[in-house]
């Protein structure tokens, strides 16, 4: 569905920022508009299994690369799979 699919690009870029700069949650929950950093945590570990503080400190910069630009790969193909269908 449409809403999962934006769920999925939701907590991929969530997941990028965490490994890639120095933001804070409060930084990342605005640049992502959530209303605030306590539902961005309470999203991220509903729909990753794990807080996002605990993300960032659980991969290596180098298993990010690897790992999640294949789930950017992956999202991207099924997105534009999912755009066909309603365009």
Not at 13 to 42: C, G, W, Y
Request: positive net charge.
């Amino acid at each position: 569905s449409v809403n999962a699919w934006i769920t999925e690009a939701v907590i991929l870029e969530a997941k990028v920022l965490l490994k890639s700069t120095d933001m804070s949650i409060l930084q990342l929950s605005e640049v992502l508009n959530f209303p605030n950093p306590s539902f961005f945590i309470r999203y991220f570990k509903q729909y990753a299994g794990i807080t996002p503080l605990k993300y960032r400190e659980s991969w290596s910069m180098g298993d990010l690369l690897i790992c999640d630009l294949l789930l950017i790969l992956y999202f991207n193909l099924q997105w534009n799979k999912l755009l066909q269908r309603y365009v």
